[in-house]
């Protein structure tokens, strides 16, 4: 089973950056898909952004519509982490930020495709 831990979230100003870190324990971090979602209050968990493993040492970024331009995703395989670099915040991130493990054959978009997820981390963006 995959533990997660994010870190990372805190109070921004619009147009701040951040970084949010997500720390796994999985010996097979390398070949997971790894993804942000976030939840703002009263709403569906969303799809942010997902690093998925084509072969070798070759990842694909995927992103929400929403966030692209804005939003990076990367991993450090050798430290079994995850980031989100989120730049030109705005009010509407204002969420909590969770980072999930899947297996690499599923579908990135769909929280359904992700069995491990940490506790979150809040980000809260003032105008």
């Known amino acids: 089973q995959v533990q997660l831990v994010e870190s990372g979230g805190g109070l921004v100003q619009a147009g701040g950056s951040l970084r949010l870190s997500c720390a796994a324990s999985s010996r097979t971090f390398s070949t997971h898909t790894m993804g942000w979602f976030r939840q703002a209050p009263g709403k569906e968990r969303e799809f942010v952004a997902a690093t998925k493993w084509f072969s070798g040492a070759t990842y694909y970024a995927h992103y929400a519509d929403s966030v692209k331009g804005r939003f990076t995703i990367s991993r450090d395989n050798a430290k079994n982490a995850l980031y989100l670099r989120i730049n030109s915040l705005k009010p509407e991130d204002t969420a909590v930020y969770y980072c999930?493990?899947?297996?690499?054959?599923?579908?990135?978009?769909?929280?359904?495709?992700?069995?491990?997820w940490g506790q979150g981390t809040q980000v809260t963006v003032s105008s």
């Open positions: 999930a493990a899947a297996p690499p054959t599923r579908e990135v978009r769909s929280p359904d495709s992700y069995d491990a």
